[in-house]
């Protein structure tokens, strides 16, 4: 088993561009497992974790109802933004400047073969995270990614995800708010849930800016230590 994942820093990055990665990097470790059954073979797959902010961008998941995108296309041009119907499980959230998202494309046979421990693990590196600034994020039941004051009348999501496996193989990720402009929530019912807010952890924090490296180095540190992973740049 290869525990060794590798960091890829994309900087800011176009969303479509980044899905074509992620799907290329993707697309390589299912051939090599293919490959490996197929000549009894036992060559390592590999492991990433693709750090990267995007441009304003709305994504719809599979299973999402186009009817929660709020503005016409016309609007979306308007406000520098654009759409993609994708290929991961939730329904429709928004990625821009700002904001932390990390793509991993794990071999989950180099790990544990579990998809439900797997989006738990993602959320507990999240939720640690951001105990570290001392703030108590939690889950919500029957809902994927981290929120604050669950089960209150202030219940607000801080951070969506929405993954795809094949075969074990793991695409798509988490998005959490840093310094994130909240407005552009406003054109959507994020991840087709109406009832509740979204937050950022600079807006929580009662700050400006929040360094979103150092942000990514607390989560880094998380991710290695739940999944038992070996970081690589």
Known sequence: MNRKV????????????????????????????????????????????????????YTLGKSGDAANLLISEEELKQKNASFYKINRGGDITYHGPGQLVAYPILDLDNFFTDIHKYLRLL???????????????????????????????FARKICAMGVRASRWVTMHGLALNVNSDLGYFDNIVPCGIKDKAVTSLNVELGKKEIPLPEVQEK???????????ELVE
């Open 6 to 57: 590798e960091i890829q820093r994309l900087g800011l990055k176009d969303y479509k561009e980044t899905w074509e990665y992620q799907e290329k990097l993707f697309k390589a470790t299912l051939d090599l497992k293919i490959k490996n059954r197929r000549e009894n073979a036992t060559e390592p797959t590999s492991n990433y974790l693709l750090l990267v902010e995007h441009p304003h961008v």
């Open 123 to 153: 959320e507990e590196a999240v939720i640690l995270t951001l105990k570290e600034y001392g703030l108590k994020a939690e889950r919500s039941e029957g809902e994927t990614g981290v929120w604050l004051d669950i089960n209150t009348p």
């Open 219 to 229: 989560l880094l540190k998380h991710f290695a230590d739940l999944f038992e992973a």
